[in-house]
Each structure stands twice: as C-alpha cells, then as structure tokens.
C-alpha cells in the first residue's frame, strides 16, 4: 500500500512540476551570476554607493562607518547618490560597465548620463575615525569606472 497514491503524486507532479522546473532554473542562474560577481564590486558599493533608505546621506556619519577599521580618516571620498533619492541607483550604476557607459580606456567607461554625486572631504585633520569631520560638495555629473566582468569595481572620477 502507498503511502500516498500514485495518482496524487501524478496530479501534483502535472500542476507543479513546470513550477518547480522554473524554480530550480532560477535559483541555478541566480547562483551563477552571484558567482560571477566580481571581488571588487562589494568593496565598490560600500565606498561609493549609499543604500540607507530610511536615512538622509550624511558625510560624516557615512565616512566614519566606511572607515571604521582604518587608524586614519581619508582626506576624502565620492559617493554617486539616487536622483529623487539619497539611495544610489543600483542597477543605473552597473549599467555604465554594460551599455550605458562609453569605454574611456583599458575597462574603464565614463557614464552617457549624469548622477548626482558627492564628493565628502575631511574638515578636522589630525582626528581619527570615527572622530573624522567631513563636509558633502553635492553635484551633478559623469561618473567614470572601472570595470570587471562588466560591474564597477574602481571609482574613477566624476567630471
């Protein structure tokens, strides 16, 4: 006798098996591209890019946490923030490896549209961290990265 009949598991196997292919697909593409991510793309987002959604961008408080393993505080750093939004956006940024951005040199790409950065430097010059006083310069402009397997790994300049 059968624990669960057959013609239970043929009618569940019919409803979900196109469900659970689709399933096993992606979860298989979205571990190939997580494992194509390069190392430098994470260290790219926590010195550049802003994710806080509930947290206006603060140069200060921000530096202080990118350096909180340093013994000195940076003379300064850039950060590309959103649009409408102190979040940066994500996917616009990685596009300028792809094609959004125009080759300026050996992978390096200089973005077609402009961001709105902010490029935090330091005020109080013998502090450490997290005692480091930065000031914002917010502007608007291209941004140019480098670039591995098509993400953004060094930020460049913005111009």
Same mark, same amino acid.
């Given at each position: 006798?059968?624990?669960? *009949?057959? %013609?239970?598991?043929? @009618?569940?196997?019919?409803?979900?098996?196109?469900?659970?292919?689709?399933?096993?697909?992606?979860?298989?593409?979205?571990?190939?591209? !997580?494992?194509?991510?390069? /190392?430098? !793309?994470?260290?790219? /987002?926590?010195?550049?890019?802003?994710? %806080?959604?509930? /947290? $206006?961008? =603060?140069?200060?408080?921000?530096?202080? =946490?990118?350096?909180?393993?340093?013994?000195?505080?940076? $003379? !300064?750093?850039?950060?590309?923030?959103? #649009?409408?939004? =102190?979040?940066?956006?994500?996917?616009?940024?990685?596009?300028?490896?792809? /094609?959004?951005?125009?080759?300026?040199?050996?992978?390096?790409?200089?973005?077609?549209? #402009?961001?709105?950065?902010? %490029?935090?430097?330091?005020?109080?010059?013998?502090?450490?961290? $997290? #005692?480091?006083?930065?000031?914002?310069?917010?502007?608007?402009? @291209?941004?140019?990265?480098?670039?591995?397997?098509?993400? *953004?790994?060094?930020?460049?300049?913005?111009?």
């Amino acid at each position: 006798m059968d624990i669960i *009949p057959s %013609k239970i598991l043929k @009618q569940v196997f019919n409803t979900l098996g196109p469900c659970l292919l689709i399933f096993i697909n992606t979860s298989l593409l979205l571990a190939l591209a !997580y494992a194509t991510v390069p /190392r430098g !793309y994470k260290n790219f /987002r926590k010195m550049h890019m802003y994710n %806080k959604k509930h /947290r $206006p961008f =603060d140069c200060t408080h921000v530096m202080n =946490d990118v350096q909180k393993h340093l013994t000195y505080c940076k $003379p !300064y750093n850039n950060f590309i923030l959103g #649009y409408t939004s =102190d979040m940066t956006p994500v996917k616009d940024v990685i596009n300028v490896c792809r /094609r959004q951005g125009t080759a300026t040199g050996y992978n390096t790409f200089r973005s077609n549209t #402009y961001f709105r950065t902010v %490029k935090c430097t330091l005020q109080n010059h013998n502090a450490i961290p $997290p #005692y480091c006083v930065y000031a914002g310069t917010v502007q608007s402009s @291209q941004i140019t990265v480098g670039c591995s397997q098509n993400f *953004p790994v060094q930020f460049e300049k913005c111009e």
